[in-house]
Nanobody, 115 residues
Framework: QVQLVESGGGLVQPGGSLRLSCAASGSIYSINFRGWYRQAPGKQREMVATATAGGSTNYADSVKGRFTVSRDNAKNTAYLQMNSLKPEDTAVYYC?????????WGQGTQVTVSS
């Protein structure tokens, strides 16, 4: 069993920064980070950033230039650095890993951007 524990969310003012973490634990021998997603109230879950097979990262246009994905393979942890946050970034953020038996989602962490 693999569990993904997310942390780092919270309340920030517009223009502020947060770094989200997604740490994998359990049977993590064959998992790969896939990306970050978010879901705002009343909206569908949308892609924020996805890892490609070639090892690069694709970002949604809405976050390009502001968000950066990084990984620490030794710690089995993925990060999402979020800068210049805007109110429209307010959402629950989810990380996604892929295992031989399918996708594994984090529990979600709330990010609220408000004055």
């Amino acid at each position: 069993q693999v569990q993904l524990v997310e942390s780092g969310g919270g309340l920030v003012q517009p223009g502020g920064s947060l770094r989200l973490s997604c740490a994998a634990s359990g049977s993590i021998y064959s998992i790969n980070f896939r990306g970050w997603y978010r879901q705002a109230p009343g909206k569908q879950r949308e892609m924020v950033a996805t890892a490609t097979a070639g090892g690069s990262t694709n970002y949604a246009d809405s976050v390009k230039g502001r968000f950066t994905v990084s990984r620490d393979n030794a710690k089995n942890t993925a990060y999402l650095q979020m800068n210049s946050l805007k109110p429209e970034d307010t959402a629950v953020y989810y990380c996604l890993f892929w295992s031989p038996v399918g996708g594994i989602w984090g529990q979600g962490t709330q990010v609220t951007v408000s004055s």
